[in-house]
């Protein structure tokens, strides 16, 4: 029997940086994303005697899977085997999956593909396992990676960091439906320079910065105003809250042993010239970026024209734009 499963990246409002027990990625504090429509990764599992994977690009040709990757993708195996064990789910589950992972995520647009990759599959394997909750299901995709857990959700979702070291401690659950509210994301893609420190080593240097703990201390009010913001579909003080949020980390990452500088000139330019073209034309426009000098302008659909000119006025950048998507789902 195989089955297929398809699901696409979310973009942190509250973002998740650092954990509290790296092997089972369990968070540091709660985090909170809009999960986008666009670009997907499909995924196809099948029963085989060990694991495998393979990997195609959008084009469909295979791609082959650094050592390191593979690598993951059998670890993850092996923790949704320890979590459906946990959870007395693991009867059905197969001795050993070939997985394909088709992606549709573009390359050079600084769109991380982990989180759509490990959604999928947290979805095909809850396939194997029966009836999962839908919560079971962001606990297998954070076993992946942290973000996954909450592009298993559609609208807007939370991942609560909850407490202690139980492999189902954290989990993601919805905030908001997608027709709640009609945002974009149009996202700038400066062309990057050099390979930047992936999340995972990223994550585990996240208490070597002295800004860390001030910034733990904060979230809670920060993913409390992020959610009242988004029940009340309230752009400014989302805005403001996310915008926030979005440079304690990039803090943080910089005041870090060793220090992790994200952000290019390139920008520091967008966010400066979106900050003036919103002040001029009052439009509800937001910067955030991730880890990588990729900038995202989530906007209400009014801003959406003149969000879209700025972009494309862009010289050496990659534009791409998604809308609201629906989370993980089997096809
Ligand atoms: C900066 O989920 O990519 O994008 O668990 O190692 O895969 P891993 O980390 P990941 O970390 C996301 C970091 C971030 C912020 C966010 O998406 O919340």
Not at 265 to 279: A, Q, S, V
Request: glycine content about 8%; charged content about 25%; some cysteine.
């Amino acid at each position: 029997m195989s089955i297929r499963a398809a699901s696409a990246p979310n973009i942190a409002l509250i973002k998740y940086w650092g954990n509290r027990n790296e092997e089972l990625r369990l968070s540091a504090a709660d985090s909170l994303s809009m999960t986008l429509d666009q670009p997907t990764v499909e995924v196809i599992a099948d029963h085989a005697e060990t694991f495998a994977a393979r990997g195609f690009e959008p084009g469909g040709a295979e791609r082959k899977l650094a050592e390191k990757e593979a690598d993951r993708l059998r670890k993850h195996f092996l923790l949704v085997k320890r979590y459906l064990d946990a959870i007395g789910a693991a009867e059905a589950f197969p001795a050993g999956v070939s997985l394909e992972i088709r992606s549709k995520v573009p390359r050079g647009v600084g769109l991380a593909s982990s989180a759509a990759v490990f959604s999928a599959i947290a979805e095909a394997y809850a396939g194997f396992a029966g009836e999962l909750s839908r919560r079971d299901v962001s606990v297998l995709a954070r076993l992946g990676s942290g973000s996954a857990s909450r592009s298993v959700f559609g609208g807007f979702s939370a991942m609560i960091a909850g407490e202690g070291d139980a492999i189902g401690a954290s989990y993601a659950e919805q905030i908001a439906p997608p027709a709640h509210w009609n945002l974009r994301d149009v996202v700038i893609a400066p062309s990057a320079t050099e390979k930047a420190t992936g999340s995972t080593e990223g994550h585990a240097l996240a208490r070597t910065s002295p800004l860390f703990e001030k910034r733990l201390r904060g979230i809670p009010s920060r993913q409390r105003d992020c959610i009242d913001a988004i029940l009340k579909k309230d752009f400014e003080k989302l805005q403001k809250v996310a915008e926030e949020d979005c440079l304690d980390m990039h803090a943080v990452m910089a005041s870090s042993a060793p220090p992790l500088c994200y952000l290019s000139e390139e920008t520091h330019r967008i966010i400066r010239e979106i900050e003036e073209l919103r002040t001029r034309e009052r439009l509800p426009v937001l910067y955030t970026m991730d880890a990588g000098p990729t900038v995202h302008l989530i906007c209400e659909e009014r801003a959406l024209p003149a969000v879209r000119v700025y972009a494309r006025a862009q010289k050496n950048c990659a534009i791409f734009e998604a809308g609201v998507g629906s989370g993980s789902r089997r096809a």
